[in-house]
Structure formats: C-alpha cells, structure tokens
C-alpha cells in the first residue's frame, strides 16, 4: 500500500511539473519574438571593442596577444578605448567602391562621442601608425583610423569598411541588446 502512494504522490508531482513546464514552452512557440525581446538570455553577442595596436611589445601587464579572424594574432592593449557599453545604435550603408561589403554607422553615447572625439584627434597626430584594432567578441577583425570629429555635436560616425554583409547584419542586429544590457 505504501509504494502505491508514493508512487500516486510522484506522478502527481510529476504531471503537474511538466503541465508547468508545457505552458511556457507554449507560450514561446506561439510568440517566440515576444520571448527574445524580454531579454531572458542576457548572453550579450557581437560585443565590439576597441583598442590600441601594439606593434611593439613592451610589458605583459597591459598588452595582450588576440586572435584574427583572419587568422594569426594581433597584440593590442588589454583596455579598451570604445566598447559595446558606448554604442547605441549600429547601422550599415553599402560601399560605394565594393557594394557587397559594407561600412558602419555607430551612434554613440555622450560618453562615447567624448571619446571618440579625442580618439580621433591623437591617431591623427601619430601619423600612419594611428590606427586602432575593430574587436568583435574578443577576436581581431580589422584595423581602422577613426573619422575625425569637428564638433562636439556630432554623435553618429562611420568606421569605413569593409565589412562583410554577414558581420555587419550581426553588430546592426546586437548594439541595441548589447547596450541595454551593459547599461543596467
């Protein structure tokens, strides 16, 4: 008599767990938008950084070896200069010399803009070798030298491409996730 009651107890638990269960799978299947939009995986994608390329090493504790996409390493500095937390918007606009490709327009926060203003104005004065490396999700993608700034109004600039349509359709989908969720 006992291990049927148990069992009765069990399976009763059992059942009412995956009713539970069965619910909110439904509710995702029949609105899976809603389901992405609510933020539930808070795993940020297509995280951007950038950072400044050491073509000489000098010390361990501020520089770090990444690996491109192209292949190989690149040594840049650990701290970021721009990240994802700076970045509001992200869109695209196809290159006039090679339409496949793409260049990005970044909207910036005030603090980014900031930023990027005196970014712009020091690679300048460092002449050819003021570049900075474009990071996605720690990995090396491309070099750049940053669009120079006049004013301090400005909060959208383009880093010149080229950026492949799949690279560039994955940032323009995530700054705006990204943001929010560096941001909380």
């Not at 003021?130 to 070099?143: K, P, T, V």
């Not at 994955?170 to 990204?178: C, D, I, P, T």
């Amino acid at each position: 008599m006992k291990p049927v009651r148990m069992f009765s107890i069990f399976a009763a638990g059992a059942v009412a767990l995956f009713l539970t269960g069965a619910t909110s799978c439904e509710e995702v299947l029949n609105n899976p938008d809603a389901y992405f939009d609510n933020e539930i995986d808070q795993t940020p994608s297509y995280v951007i950084s950038l950072h400044d390329i050491i073509k000489y090493r000098r010390g361990d504790m501020m520089e770090k070896e990444v690996d491109a996409f192209a292949g190989g390493t690149v040594c840049v500095n650990k701290n970021s200069y721009l990240h994802s937390r700076d970045i509001m918007k992200i869109g695209m606009v196809q290159r006039k010399s090679d339409p496949e490709f793409f260049d990005l327009i970044i909207t910036l926060t005030e603090r980014g803009q900031r930023i990027w203003s005196a970014l712009s104005v020091n690679m300048r004065a460092k002449g050819s070798a003021g570049e900075l490396a474009f990071i996605i999700d720690g990995m090396y993608y491309r070099s750049f030298k940053p669009e120079l700034i006049t004013d301090n109004e400005t909060m959208v600039v383009t880093i010149e491409g080229p950026f492949d349509p799949a690279t560039a359709n994955g940032l323009v989908k995530n700054a705006e996730r990204n943001y929010k969720i560096f941001n909380k």
